[in-house]
């Protein structure tokens, strides 16, 4: 099962900041947080991951609080193109194991 | 970056026959790959790891006789539903993580765009 909470569904304007909440409280220490998306009928994209501290890539900002039990993944300046299902996803970085996905945070970005 | 790529993108068969797709890991080896299967309106769902040159693990639920996965090589891949039938019409996705990269440091998995299977 997966061990994220994510909220099924948000909007946000285009240009605006999207941010995405997402609960992990029983992460545990080896274990790091991913975020990956889906747009409509293609595969998942990874967006970003991190362990403890805040990171930032050409994508998006991923914020984690300083207990590790939750975690925002901020898209700056949303486009349409963002729409699409957001996964949060903990899972230990050694190790080829797979991604178990929840159901995800549908994103719409609204003209 | 990695890629991977999956083909065909979309088939539609008659009920009873088999369904081939393939998984390439282009520019870099993939010891295991993932395939997951995916219903309308719902998440990815795993099926299967697909171990090279070994038999694949299947998760629970998953007919092993019926979704065929051979992993002849480090960059390919299959995944054959035999006998297809209606209900498994399905979207279906692979994924592998590239070796000896930073994403494989990283832990990140690469996935394919899909195959959208119709059986009729």
């Known amino acids: 099962d997966a061990k994220t909470t994510q909220p099924p569904s948000m909007d946000c304007a285009e240009g605006r900041a999207a941010n995405l909440p997402c609960n992990h409280s029983t992460i545990s220490g080896n274990e790091y947080v991913y975020w990956y998306r889906q747009i409509h009928s293609q595969g998942p994209q990874y967006i970003i991951h991190g362990l403890k501290n805040n990171e930032t890539n050409e994508m998006a900002s991923l914020i984690i609080t300083e207990d590790r039990k939750s975690s925002t993944l901020i898209l700056p300046h949303a486009t349409l193109r963002d729409t699409a299902v957001y996964y949060c996803i903990v899972r230990s970085r050694s190790g080829n194991t797979p991604l178990v996905f929840g159901k995800g945070t549908r994103l719409s970005v609204i003209a | 970056g990695a890629v991977v790529s999956q083909h065909p993108s979309r088939v539609i068969c008659k009920s009873g026959t088999s369904v081939k797709i393939e998984c390439r890991s282009l520019?870099?080896?993939?010891?295991?790959m993932f395939w997951y299967r995916q219903f309308p309106k719902q998440s990815l769902m795993l099926m299967a790891t697909s171990n090279e040159g070994s038999k694949a693990t299947y998760e629970q639920g998953v007919e092993k006789d019926k979704f065929l996965i051979n992993h002849a090589s480090l960059t390919l891949s299959t995944l054959t539903v035999t006998s297809a039938h209606p209900e498994d019409s399905s979207f279906y996705i692979c994924s592998a993580r590239s070796e000896g990269s930073a994403a494989s440091g990283a832990n990140v998995l690469t996935f394919g765009a899909g195959s959208r299977l119709t059986v009729l």
């Open positions: 520019d870099f080896q993939a010891t295991t």
